[in-house]
């Protein structure tokens, strides 16, 4: 499967609009625009797909021979870095660059040493390219604590690439970074679990199309029905379609974005989106139990794929029936520290308040991203231990914890890692620890009472 574009803000969609050819799709332009527009207005972060609906395109995956591949610095100082070196010069083949638009590259990137800066990309031996942090990953401006790559973090950031740079067929490409500060300063290293060059073509090059169609109010056990409505172009069929939701939920892609379309990849498969339907008439169920109360409807597009790798993303549908769980909110983690990385018998902790009164709280659990979770000997909250490690040994995990109601208390909580190894111990990910809890239904006021009949109104 191929994994649909990563969202962008505002700002890096129009650095992306600006390396379009002269011959790009007006109307592709349009839908863009004036999406943008309408979250502007409607004053919400502005993030819409890249691809944007209309957009018709291919992905090129790569993805490395084990786990994960290290990029460090050239100028390393520490003897551990310099046996990484010099850094992998790896191999894509592109294919169907004839009538191209544009192109952009897609990297599952990890900030695995913190003050690690300079990520780049190239592109067959030419210009580097750089990769930009996230401009949402908060601190104090002006300041040293203001530097996002000083935060742990699994990202996928996007960036436009040079149709000049590529050609049909086989091509290289290798990842940089430089030396920062902190553990960055002597040991500048970031890893990379997936590589996607994702191609753009003129919209009458015959890619599928079609629309989500918007579900009944009705569901069952907290799922909620997906349809799409899909068309091929003759002689071709439809491979599959995935389904992704834009509501205010965990931060799956640690963009610093809770409002958002809700998804991440792991060697350019996509995960943690709505769903997946490989076969006609197109559905899937979503599972929606814990899925926050909206302030909006919720928002699903679809990615199309049809038997030849073409795709096209749909316009977003507006579920008016659905704005989440009533019962389900989500409360986010700050006060979160730079250099998460828990060891030698530290301990460290964030912030996740509560509100005054959880008399109603019924359940909780909390959702973490953690890189060699493995490596701790305690994760807690209010110094009650929920579990002793968790995820995985020296890689990356998605984790959901079950939080007892009573290791929880109004106002401010404090989530916290602990571990004594001397080599490697947990790191946590931004955006730390997010709570999502289910409150009972507030209870219903008594029905007023007529003074005249001393019987209840109704």
Not at 46 to 57: I, M, S
Not at 188 to 208: L, N
Not at 268 to 286: C, F, N, R, S
Not at 397 to 426: C, K, Q, W
């Amino acid at each position: 499967m191929r994994a649909p574009g990563t969202l962008v803000s505002e700002r890096r969609l129009s650095n992306h609009q600006a390396t379009e050819q002269a011959n790009a799709v007006p109307v592709r332009a349009a839908n863009r625009l004036l999406l943008s527009v309408v979250a502007l207005i409607a004053g919400v972060h502005c993030a819409v797909a890249n691809p944007a609906p209309g957009d018709v395109f291919r992905e090129f995956r790569w993805r490395p021979k084990y786990s994960f591949e290290r990029m460090t610095a050239p100028e390393a100082k520490a003897e551990g870095a310099k046996k990484h070196l010099p850094n992998p010069v790896n191999e894509i083949t592109l294919a169907e660059l004839g009538g191209a638009t544009r192109m952009e590259v897609q990297i599952e990137l990890l900030q695995s040493h913190a003050g690690t800066i300079g990520q780049a990309i190239r592109l067959n031996g030419g210009e580097w390219i750089a990769i930009p942090p996230s401009e949402r990953i908060p601190g104090t401006v002006g300041t040293e604590q203001s530097i996002p790559q000083r935060w742990l973090s699994m990202l996928y950031p996007a960036v436009p690439v040079p149709l000049a740079a590529a050609k049909a067929g086989a091509n290289t490409f290798e990842l940089t970074c430089r030396p920062g500060m902190d553990l960055g300063a002597g040991w500048p290293q970031s890893i990379y679990y997936g590589v996607t060059f994702r191609v753009y073509y003129a919209s009458e090059k015959g890619a599928p199309s079609g629309r989500v169609l918007e579900p009944a109010a009705t569901r069952e056990r907290g799922m909620l029905p997906l349809q799409a409505d899909v068309a091929a172009a003759p002689g071709r069929t439809i491979r599959r379609v995935d389904f992704i939701g834009r509501y205010d939920g965990y931060d799956w892609r640690g963009e610093g974005a809770r409002l958002d379309y809700h998804f991440h990849t792991r060697y350019g498969e996509i995960q943690k989106h709505a769903g997946t339907a490989l076969v006609a008439p197109w559905e899937a169920a979503w599972d929606v139990l814990w899925i926050p109360n909206q302030s909006q409807p919720v928002q699903v597009m679809a990615r199309i794929e049809d038997d030849t790798g073409l795709c096209t993303m749909t316009a977003p549908t507006e579920f008016e029936s659905f704005r989440g769980n009533p019962a389900i909110r989500v409360f986010a983690a700050h006060a979160i520290p730079p250099r998460w990385q828990t060891r030698a018998g530290r301990r460290q902790m964030c912030k996740v308040t509560l509100p005054d009164n959880i008399d109603r709280l019924l359940e909780a659990r909390v959702i973490l991203a953690s890189w060699n979770g493995d490596g701790a000997d305690a994760i807690g909250v209010n110094d009650v231990v929920l579990v002793r490690n968790i995820g995985r040994n020296h890689n990356l995990s998605y984790d959901e914890l079950t939080v007892p109601v009573s290791a929880l208390r109004p106002g401010e909580n404090m989530f916290y890692t602990e571990s004594g190894r001397a080599d490697h111990g947990i790191e946590v990910l931004w955006p730390a620890f997010t709570v999502l809890a289910r409150f009972a239904p507030e209870p219903k006021a008594p029905a007023a009472v007529s003074p005249l009949t001393n019987k209840q109104s109704k």
